[in-house]
């Protein structure tokens, strides 16, 4: 599945994009899956929880694929 993000700021970091979207039921909750590293930035794993995210990067979480524009 691919959801579209439009940002409305220059970035949003990485665990508040997951809460945002609803794919997680909490901050703590986006905090431990980016950890545990089930997330990928542009087909590379981000451990980072607070990764500036900008137009035109890929997030992937399981099956669901972000776009960020």
Known sequence: MILPFEL????IELYKLLKVLDLVDSGGEAK???AEGHVL???????RKRAKIEAGET???ADV?????
């Open 8 to 11: 409305e700021a220059e970035y």
């Open 32 to 34: 431990m899956l980016i």
């Open 41 to 47: 930035r542009n087909g590379e794993v981000e451990t």
């Open 59 to 61: 997030i992937q979480v």
């Open 65 to 69: 694929i972000i776009e960020v524009e």
